[in-house]
């Protein structure tokens, strides 16, 4: 017995491989049908060219797609009107919901007044204690640890014929030793107390013209030192002036 779904060629469906409308629906083995049943496909030969093709059912996939579609508003519309179930309570909870209301309970009595008699003897037992007094301590008398001051720079300038070594901090500076040196060949001055020098100051310098020849300073723990090495100690003179920012040293 001939059937027809497979012997009859499908004219609208023409060959891949020759371009032939010869093409017929074959029988599927196990694994085709398999396939067919996820995918809307099915298996077809050429007469003319014998190729097998695999083509796509437009009777199978409008019904399976419909159905997916039904599938998924169904899903949607009972997710819908079942929503989340109400948690179960537990026994103790419905025991507890069973019992009868407690009444309010009524509010305690004022506590009566007592009057202490003025002519009563005071018995020392019972008479109230003080509190401590608080002694106020004034915050300003109490000393406080001194932090080091600041070096925010060292300038040097030429003024006329004179060099003038400028120690800028934030106040005035009038505390400062200053001695002439043999062995440095020039000047030691030394600022006594903690100094916080910055970092951008150069700690050597040398110089081409005037009496000063060269400046070096130095941080120690408890003084600053800046050295003055002038060209001629025996010539050259020294003074200082106290700015309001710092001091000055002049040699000359």
Known sequence: MTNKSTDAEISYINCRSCNSGRMRRIPRNPAEKLVGILLPVSRYRCSACGTRQWRWSHKRWIPRLAAAFGLVVAVIILIQFTGSPQPRMTEI???????????????????????????????????PTAPP??????????????????????????????????????????????????????????????????????????????????????????????????????????RVDVTDVGVNFTVF
Do not use: C
């Open 133 to 238: 007094a608080t002694v106020a301590v004034d915050e300003s008398a109490v000393p406080k640890a001194e932090g080091p001051r600041p070096i925010k720079d060292i300038r040097v300038r030429f003024d006329n014929g004179e060099m003038v070594i400028s120690v800028i901090s934030d106040q005035p500076v009038e505390t400062y030793k200053l001695a002439p040196s043999s062995e440095a060949g020039g000047y030691v001055v030394d600022l006594p107390g903690r100094w916080q020098v910055s970092r951008d100051i150069r700690m050597q310098r040398s110089f081409s013209r005037g009496k000063l020849v060269a400046l070096r300073m130095g941080e120690h723990e408890d003084f600053f030192r800046l050295v003055l090495q002038v060209r001629d100690l025996a010539a050259t003179q020294s």
């Open 93 to 127: 909870e419905e025991s507890a919901a069973s019992l009868p209301a407690t009444p309010a309970a009524a509010p305690a009595p004022a506590a009566a007044s007592i009057v202490a008699d003025p002519q009563a003897p005071i018995d020392p037992a019972a008479a």
